[in-house]
């Protein structure tokens, strides 16, 4: 089984819609958790850090679910420009593990 | 603040030949790492250092892959001899360990290497 894993996608959604996707940890000890954004023939770039009592950026609304061992990323009001494959990321003390990501695209 | 520099930014090399890359994390950043990316699928970590020491090289193709940190600051990959499936994006990454838990990392921009 993978440490992390995810619905690669492709999320296919009109502007302004909400979308939302999953990931899964097999690692019960798992400390800290995060979303990153990738862009095609970029580099991953940190979204947002996912705390137990969830959080909010803008129109990015993350939550963490440790009894069940999952993690989800919702957008809110979708631009374009939210456009990217999304990275799920699980760290157990120093190392980190990376999902294959979920890939979304927002069409006008 | 300047970022995670690489060099070279591409690179294709045959079989067979080697093959270095370069990185100098963010100043202060003790840590850093060595990631495959290759299409379609998340980094895979191939090595970390904790300053100029190796934390965890446990997915490292040791038979063909090396990688150093001697000052604790830049380093170096490299791929000797190179195959095919070596064909990936290889990001490097800084972080720092984050008060309250857990290793927030920052990407360089990679380096694509295909191998022909």
């Known amino acids: 089984r993978k440490e992390v894993e995810q619905d690669p996608g492709p999320f296919n959604v009109p502007e302004g819609a909400t979308v939302a996707f999953n990931c899964t940890y097999s690692?019960?000890?798992?400390?800290?958790f995060f979303w990153y954004r990738q862009d095609c023939r970029k580099e991953p770039k940190l979204l947002m850090s996912v705390y137990s009592s969830g959080n909010e950026d803008g129109r990015f609304t993350a939550q963490l679910n440790r009894a069940s061992q999952y993690i989800s990323l919702l957008i809110r009001d979708s631009k374009l420009s939210d456009s990217a494959t999304y990275l799920c990321v699980v760290t157990n003390d120093y190392k980190l593990s990376f999902g294959a990501g979920t890939t979304v695209t927002v069409r006008a | 603040e300047a970022g995670v520099a690489q060099s070279p930014r591409y690179k294709i090399i045959e079989k067979r030949q080697s093959v270095a890359f370069w990185c100098n994390p963010i100043s202060g950043h003790a840590t850093l790492y060595w990631y495959q990316q290759i299409l379609g699928q998340g980094p895979k970590l191939l090595i970390q250092f904790q300053n100029n020491g190796v934390v965890d090289d446990s997915q490292l193709p040791k038979d063909r892959f090396s990688a150093e940190r001697l000052k604790g600051v830049d380093s170096t990959l490299k791929i000797q001899p190179a195959k095919l499936e070596d064909s990936a994006v290889y990001l490097c990454?800084?972080?720092?360990?984050?008060?309250?838990?857990?290793?927030?990392?920052?990407f360089g921009p990679g380096t694509r290497l295909t191998v022909t």
């Open positions: 690692n019960s000890a798992s400390q800290s």
């Open positions: 990454a800084s972080s720092f360990k984050r008060e309250t838990g857990g290793y927030e990392q920052y």
